[in-house]
């Protein structure tokens, strides 16, 4: 139980990378709030140095760089915060982190279910 | 005594709550994922349980990563709702409990739980979504809540075994409750699903399909995976089965299934929705 396995495309977010992400989440989590959504779009740097994201998060953040955001500490449960100040669902957001288009990426999901049967 | 009646499980990601809101329930897309819930909701209007146990986990709504319960029990007469951030509607507070949520409390702590107790809590919607989903309208307030959380979010995360054992020892408080309610269990969440990474997308119906057999048969089974081997085998936010598992656990002995359900994709998950009753 203790070690830890790796996983192919999957980033265990422990404590390490809770760690280095905290203050990405931390901006993250005030996007439940209207306010913060606002402020962010803005002025997004501005908010960025408010939270004192590092330069490759902030960075990831400009650029809507999903899988870098995740490398630098991201959890989802918060990026799919920042996802949703994009306008981005978790289609859309699977499309970008799998290089694929969202209609693509559904297809994918399909493929595994219901896309069996229905050929 | 108080007496579990049944348990239920069911999805509970926000796509579902958008697609009550906009009533396209009917539509190609989601049509065979709804039709699981009249049965259940016939099931509930029939029996009027008092109380709702409902397993979930909090998305970072309320719980942030500064200070992250392992396990919470909300013993609240009432739970809000709030904005998440993303377009789900905010729904009207849901009515807590204040007697065997504190039973429950002292129960679990006499039995070497040690959960972290809430007198006021926002509730996401890993709970609000299945609410909504048995009593559209939001007609449940009233229905008693007990919201019980577990950590899907952040590794360490409590153990397959122990949220199954949690479950137990809840359900063994319930037994010992001096009171005639009737409880409902609620396991939310799942199954195979991964939001995050290039592995994003993964669902595993066959695996889905097994969880729902042995949660019936052969719950222990579960148990004996790790939170490591569910990230592999149902992906990273597959660990939701934890929810799952713990309702089980609350059930004690032998149960039937009277209806289930299986779709997937819905959104990014294999959805699966199950009524178990005691046997
Ligand atoms: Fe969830």
Redesign the interface.
Known sequence: ?TEK?E?????????PM?TKG?AL??MC?T????EG?EEFKKDEAAYCDKFGLTPAQKEAVLKRDI?AL?REGG???????F???LGL???D??GL??GRTTEE??A???S???G?SNG | MAKIIGGITTSHIP?IGIAMDRGIEDTPYWK?FFSAYPPIREWLAEQQPDIAIVFYND???EM???KKPTFAIGCAPQYEN??????IATIPPVTGETELSWHIVNELIENDFDPTVCQDIKVDHGLTVPLSLMYPGRKYQHLKVIPVCINC????MP?PSRCYALGQAIGRAVESFAGDQKVVVFGTGGLSH????????????DFDNECMDKLVSDPEALTRY?N?DL??IAG??GVELNMWLAMRGCMLGKVREVHRNY???I??T?AGTQLLLPE
């Open positions: 139980m396995k996983i192919w495309g999957t980033i265990k977010f422990d404590g809770a905290f989440n931390k989590y996007f439940n709030n209207a959504r899988l995740e959890s989802i449960y918060y990026l799919a915060k996802a949703g100040v669902n978790v289609q957001v699977g982190q799998t990426f559904k994918y999901l399909d595994q279910g219901r069996k | 796509a065979d998305h970072g709504l942030f990563l500064d709030a904005d998440e951030g993303w377009g979010e952040r590794h360490p153990k991964q939001l995050d990474g290039e592995r994003a997308g993964i669902i595993n119906a790790s490591d990230t592999e990273a936010q779709v997937a994709p959104s990014n294999g």
